[in-house]
């Protein structure tokens, strides 16, 4: 799971001035040169990529070995395209948490490199087709207050999934919340070596983290004065060679498994949105150096190359995290060539040093996991507290999307997640929409809001203006507040939609024909103004202008209430002349 980014800010000036005024920014990022800073940036964040890749990687139940091959292909290749240029792609932890969780409930071995080349591609058509098709608004589906439930969710998970490594205490529990529970109950149990590892772990993190000039490499030195500190002392304790080799070689190439696909492409769209809504905020949060706009859809795209490329290199799925880019900001980063060499330097780190890798104690590992988890917790606490302040809705939501993420497979928890964002939309959408009288000072010719009427007298024009996204759970609040019409007598309601939107709910369209007959039965008009150029061919196809009568579907105009001024000055003729019994009615 990402976190936080160190509190130094890149320079965002570039080394070479832009070829382009300041005011006109390129619209596309460009490759650009490299520079001393982008090498040295590259070299640091690869480095970092070799215990933060190994620890997400043990997170998620996988060799950690994965891990660090997360780090090279899909990182270049995702610098290379992307259009966030600082945006570094790779594995984070609830990526590697709802991978697993989506192996495991398709029943396919995870250490099995043709399953996992196949989840990983997937994942990438499904970014890609995202992108291509421009679709990434659809990150907008998953409200903060979700979200935040999610990732809080997310942390308690990554902290049950390192209790062995941490702690030498492995539990046998399946649930998240159980885990920590079974884990703080047998603290007894828990192995001193291990612990005392983890503590000096989390206790040198923190040191270093406390030093300004330390904070952005605090996880890495951490990782080296323990690591060296436990091969001094020689403590016994477990370490990533017990789990897997780690050897001096880069990842050979693999084939997906066809045959798996079926079981995988639910479980890869759900792992595409993982990640896609961690990488959502990048753009924002890391601005282009060169002046150029960032653009959710490219960054899909880019996201989607970079796995299916990955996915033949033996990478699980990534995306875009903004701990690594914080790392990369932090170290000097200027272009993209920053993202293409830390995937390059981690390649040849580990050709140069590969079995190295082997002594690092797990409980190093458990210890910076707590680490990571810990920082997202408190990053998340200031949006616990707007959500929690907020309303009982939202509050609602992200109190059972953290229930869902840590009592079922995360595939599920993302999915019912974005259900439970659209409920509370359309929830507030419901509770929102209502239709307000306007009245007209003939003295100003100023418009102000009124009640609306409990119902619409004989001889009488009574203005209504409607408020709402014209769903169609609006209708029953909206009969509640539209007037009485069983006494209109040659009466006129002029209906304002200005802020309709251009495709309306049929239920909305529905109310308004039976409203237009029951005021057309009485000898009354219901007249609809502000209508725009889409709006009225919505209503000519459905029917609506033609039960309305000629002309009362009256189109908006650029300047503001003019059309209802006019429909309102035209709707008091007519009833005048009803009542002299000179004209309609």
């Known amino acids: 799971m990402t976190h936080h980014p160190p509190d130094h800010r890149p320079d965002h000036r570039p ?33 970092f990529s070799i215990p933060e890749g190994m620890a997400y990687a043990s997170i998620g139940g996988f060799n950690p070995l994965v891990g660090l091959y997360s780090g090279m292909v899909p990182t270049s290749v995702g610098s290379l395209l992307s259009r966030t240029v600082l945006m570094t792609t790779t594995l984070t932890s609830a990526i590697a948490l709802t991978s697993h969780s989506v192996l495991a409930d398709a029943g396919l071995d995870a250490d099995d490199p043709a399953n996992l080349a196949t989840l990983t591609v997937l994942v990438g058509v499904v970014m890609l087709l ?20 999610f990732t809080t969710g997310i942390a308690l998970q990554i902290v049950a999934g390192v209790i062995g490594d941490a702690t030498g205490y492995e539990t046998d529990r399946h649930n998240t919340i159980a885990k920590v529970v079974d884990g703080l109950v047998h603290l007894p149990q828990w192995d001193l070596a291990s612990t005392a590892v983890a503590a000096a772990t989390v206790l040198c993190w923190w040191g270093a983290h406390a030093v300004r000039r330390l904070r952005a490499f605090a996880v890495l030195i951490a990782l080296l004065v323990v690591s060296v500190g436990v091969a001094v002392l020689r403590v016994d304790v477990r370490e990533a060679g017990d789990i897997g080799a780690i ?12 045959s798996a ?18 990488a959502a905020g990048i753009g924002a949060a890391v ?34 995290s903004l701990s690594r880019t914080g790392v990369a900001t932090s170290a000097g980063a200027r272009t ?3 993202g293409i060499f830390a995937g390059v330097f981690l390649a040849v780190l580990v050709l140069v040093a590969g079995p190295l890798a082997e002594r690092i104690p797990m409980p190093v590992i458990g210890g910076l996991v707590v680490v990571i988890a810990g920082e997202l917790i408190v990053g998340r606490v200031p949006d616990i507290r707007l959500v929690l302040r907020t309303g009982a809705l939202p509050a609602a939501g992200m109190v059972l999307t953290f229930l869902g993420t840590t009592q079922l497979a995360l595939q599920y928890a993302i999915f019912l997640g974005a259900i439970i964002s659209l409920v509370l939309f359309c929830v507030n959408a419901q509770r929102q929409a209502r239709l307000v009288r306007l009245e007209r000072d003939d003295a100003t010719g100023r418009w102000r809001t009124a009640d609306v009427p409990a119902d619409v007298a004989p001889g009488s024009v009574v203005v209504l203006h409607y408020e709402g996204v014209s769903l169609f759970a609006e209708m029953a609040r909206l009969d509640e507040t539209w007037p009485d019409l069983s006494g209109a007598r ?11 939107p251009d495709v309306p709910s049929s239920t909305i369209v529905k109310a308004l024909l039976r409203r237009a007959g029951q005021l057309r039965a009485r000898g009354s ?7 725009d150029d889409v709006l009225a061919g919505v209503f000519e196809r459905t029917g609506l202008t033609a039960a309305l009568g000629p002309g009362d579907v009256r189109p908006g105009t650029p300047v503001l209430l003019e059309a209802l001024d006019a429909a309102y000055d035209e709707a008091v003729a007519w009833v005048r002349r009803a009542e002299d019994g000179s004209g309609p009615g």
């Open 287 to 320: 601005p282009n150096p060169d002046g150029s706009r960032s653009n959710l859809s490219g960054d899909f795209t880019a996201q989607g190359v970079a796995n299916i490329a990955g996915g033949f290199f033996r990478a699980l799925p990534t995306g875009g």
């Open 490 to 500: 040659r009466s006129v309601v002029l209906l304002d939609v200005r802020t309709m």
């Open 247 to 258: 050897p001096r070689a880069l990842p050979l190439p693999v084939l997906p498994d066809v």
């Open 130 to 149: 995202l992108g291509v098709l421009r679709l990434g608004s659809v990150m907008s589906f998953v409200s903060n207050a979700v979200m935040t439930g």
């Open 336 to 338: 993209r060539w920053a």
């Open 261 to 278: 696909v079926p079981a995988l492409a639910t479980g890869a769209v759900a792992i595409a949105l993982v990640a896609l809504a961690q």
């Open 525 to 531: 008009r219901l007249v609809v103004v502000g209508a």
């Open 15 to 47: 080394d070479h001035p832009p070829d382009h005024p300041p005011d006109r920014p390129r619209r596309r990022p460009r490759l650009g040169r490299p520079t001393r800073q982008d090498a040295v940036s590259g070299f640091v964040t690869g480095l």
